[in-house]
């Protein structure tokens, strides 16, 4: 069992921008890939972006595409989400998950049930 904790939420207006954190513990970071999902007020949880162990493999959904970078900094077990330009639909409890498949170790993956740790959240509000 792993630990995941998430930071970097807040209020911003639109056009801002975020850095969201997720920091893990318990296993060596690098048997994970990770992902960042988000659930905005009475909508489902749905993938945002998603990145293989070492970095080198990303994607993301479409309505975040070009704003959003997701990254990691294996040394430090640390995911991170650099969120711009961002928008009033992109208010949201973003969530940072773990999965050890290996196809999502090697080559990354946004199915939410190949996720099997999750942080507990944190809140994004954008205002226009």
């Known amino acids: 069992q792993i630990q995941l904790v998430e930071s970097g939420g807040g209020s911003v207006q639109a056009g801002g921008s975020l850095r969201l954190s997720c920091v893990v513990s318990?296993?060596?970071?690098?048997?994970?890939?990770m992902a960042w999902f988000r659930q905005a007020p009475m909508k489902e949880r749905e993938f945002v972006g998603r990145i293989n162990w070492n970095g080198a493999s990303t994607a993301y959904v479409d309505s975040v595409r070009g704003r959003f970078i997701i990254s990691r900094a294996n040394a430090s077990s640390t995911l991170f989400l650099e969120m711009n330009s961002l928008k009033p639909e992109d208010t949201a409890v973003y969530y940072c998950?773990?999965?050890?498949?290996?196809?999502?170790?090697?080559?990354?993956?946004?199915?939410?049930?190949?996720?099997?740790?999750w942080g507990q959240g944190t809140p994004v509000t954008v205002s226009s």
């Open positions: 998950a773990a999965s050890s498949d290996y196809s999502c170790l090697r080559y990354g993956c946004a199915a939410t049930s190949l996720y099997h740790d």
């Open positions: 318990g296993r060596p970071f690098t048997t994970y890939a």
